[in-house]
């Protein structure tokens, strides 16, 4: 079994930056895909970023490409998305997730855990 648990969300103004991490525990994480998604009230739930946990390859959402960054902690057993010039459609609760195959990194389908979220909102 794998544990996600993610932090750094909150309240911030339209402009600002946070960093949100996921500490995973349980398994090693050599083989896996870690990513970020996020769900909006009364929206689907949609892929930000993702991460491979080896050799560190990125993707990324179009609606944040350039302004949030993925990255991982290998000894930490960590990912951060680091968020920069936040707007209001970037308030969602946001999800940590993990995949033992390397599937379709955009796609929820893809994984097989996932972290309690923890929720960001952005004021304009």
């Known amino acids: 079994q794998v544990q996600l648990v993610e932090s750094g969300g909150g309240l911030v103004q339209a402009g600002d930056s946070l960093r949100l991490s996921c500490v995973a525990s349980g398994r090693t994480f050599s083989s896996y895909v870690m990513g970020w998604f996020r769900q909006a009230p009364g929206k689907e739930r949609e892929f930000v970023a993702a991460i491979t946990w080896s050799r560190g390859n990125t993707y990324y959402a179009d609606s944040v490409k350039g302004r949030f960054t993925i990255s991982r902690d290998n000894a930490k057993n960590t990912v951060y998305l680091q968020m920069n010039s936040l707007k209001p459609e970037d308030t969602a609760v946001y999800y940590c997730?993990?995949?033992?195959?390397?599937?379709?990194?955009?796609?929820?389908?893809?994984?097989?855990?996932w972290g309690q979220g923890t929720q960001v909102t952005v004021s304009s």
């Open positions: 997730a993990a995949q033992v195959n390397r599937r379709n990194p955009i796609m929820s389908a893809s994984y097989d855990y």
